[in-house]
């Protein structure tokens, strides 16, 4: 077994009795109360299939047997989320759960924002531009992870200590000649990740609102990949293209230079979960869209083609959406607050507590705009804590 990292070794807040008390092994009450939680999407996953074969089966029209689909995809997703998303609330002890918290609610505002664009098509540019505002809280992940670590000194401690001069680049960079990093001491290191992901932040929230001015005055375009003289939308699509695979390429870089100090937080899901999320979704959109260009997806009597392919992402999305939900259940879970991962986080110095203080720091986002405003300095100073959000 791999030797702890020294930052994982420092002494932490002791746990308060009560805290403990949670640790403890599950009474049958709490084991009962899960079976009935199992039981019950049991039974909503049998009434979703033979609500769906009914529908098929009556030859109803296809639009509404996607719509029960999709209603039925969110109506598992969004319960499972909200409950793990409560029980973070109910049980506050940590900062670090405010990261957790922004990431599990990704799945409902994009399972709900889907669903909506079904149902009201004429209002899909503003409910796509919400979820891409919402898409630019993949920052919070990358703030978990530094988090964890304990502190930017903490981690420019780390590299300093390796004596490394250069970070080791994940492909294809690592094959460019002249394309490098130098680590110098941890600090440009880490310079170097923050501006790849708070890049995709701003431009990711500026395509959403250039999107929106452009769908109101009728040149947006969406799925028209052909049309760049006289559209919006394959303009703002190839610039989050290369945002969002910079922003990926710029965290999965920091996990793998601290790989050994993450390693108990279980990162590497916890990367997947998101780039599954956001990232997969987008991409997803953009082939269905060269798809109905290239002739394989067609217009009908009913739809046209842009709204065919919204149709299909949409609904694509919120059956992602309830895998995402359990496989959230998995890794952003309240149980890494608990027993020897527990030990390892950074806890409130009173205890913490929950309801109104855990609602207000998953909605307090000062953190994501204070380290945008500092995206554009040369040079940020490492010799002291940052605080935290």
């Known amino acids: 077994m791999a030797e702890a990292s020294p930052l994982l070794q420092q002494p932490r807040t002791p746990v308060e009795p009560a805290l403990a008390a949670?640790?403890?092994?599950?009474?049958?009450?709490?084991?009962?109360?899960?079976?009935?939680?199992?039981a019950t999407y049991v039974l909503l996953a049998v009434s979703a299939a033979a609500t769906v074969w009914q529908l098929v089966a009556t030859h109803a029209e296809r639009h509404v047997v996607v719509w029960a689909v999709a209603g039925l995809a969110c109506g598992v997703a969004v319960p499972l989320s909200l409950y793990d998303l409560n029980s973070h609330v109910q049980n506050f002890v940590s900062p670090l759960q405010a990261h957790y918290m922004r990431i599990l609610l990704m799945v409902p505002v994009f399972c709900t924002q889907a669903f909506l664009a079904l149902v009201f098509r004429e209002q899909r540019v503003w409910l796509e531009a919400l979820r891409q505002c919402y898409e630019a809280l993949v920052y919070s992940l990358f703030h978990l992870l530094l988090a964890?670590?304990?502190?930017?000194?903490?981690?420019?401690?780390?590299?300093?200590?390796?004596?490394?001069?250069?970070?080791?680049?994940?492909?294809?960079l690592c094959c460019v000649p002249g394309c490098r990093v130098d680590l110098d001491g941890g600090g440009s290191f880490l310079v170097w990740v923050r501006r790849g992901v708070l890049q995709y932040v701003v431009l990711q929230n500026v395509c959403a609102l250039v999107n929106l001015g452009a769908g109101l005055g009728g040149v947006f375009c969406a799925w028209a990949w052909g049309e760049f003289r006289h559209c919006v939308f394959p303009w703002t699509a190839a610039l989050l293209m290369a945002s969002q695979a910079c922003a990926m390429f710029s965290l999965l870089s920091f996990y793998k230079e601290l790989r050994r100090e993450l390693a108990p937080l279980r990162p590497l899901p916890k990367l997947l979960c998101v780039k599954f999320v956001v990232f997969f979704s987008f991409w997803q959109g953009n082939a269905l869209s060269l798809l109905g260009h290239l002739g394989a997806i067609a217009a009908t009597d009913t739809f046209t083609l842009p709204e065919v392919i919204s149709g299909v992402q949409n609904l694509t999305v919120c059956v992602e959406m309830a895998v995402a939900a359990v496989l959230h259940h998995s890794f952003f879970s309240?149980?890494?607050?608990?027993?020897?991962?527990?030990?390892l986080m950074p806890r409130f110095s009173g205890g913490g507590g929950g309801g109104a203080p855990a609602l207000a720091a998953l909605l307090h986002v000062r953190d994501v705009l204070r380290e945008?405003?500092?995206?554009?300095?040369?040079?940020?100073?490492?010799?002291?804590?940052?605080?935290?959000?």
């Open 148 to 172: 964890f670590v304990g502190s930017e000194r903490a981690v420019v401690a780390a590299l300093a200590a390796r004596g490394e001069r250069r970070a080791a680049l994940l492909p294809p």
């Open 334 to 343: 309240r149980g890494d607050f608990k027993g020897a991962l527990g030990e």
């Open 22 to 38: 949670a640790a403890a092994p599950k009474s049958a009450c709490q084991r009962a109360a899960k079976a009935g939680v199992r």
């Open 372 to 389: 945008a405003r500092s995206l554009g300095a040369a040079a940020r100073d490492y010799s002291a804590e940052t605080p935290r959000a």
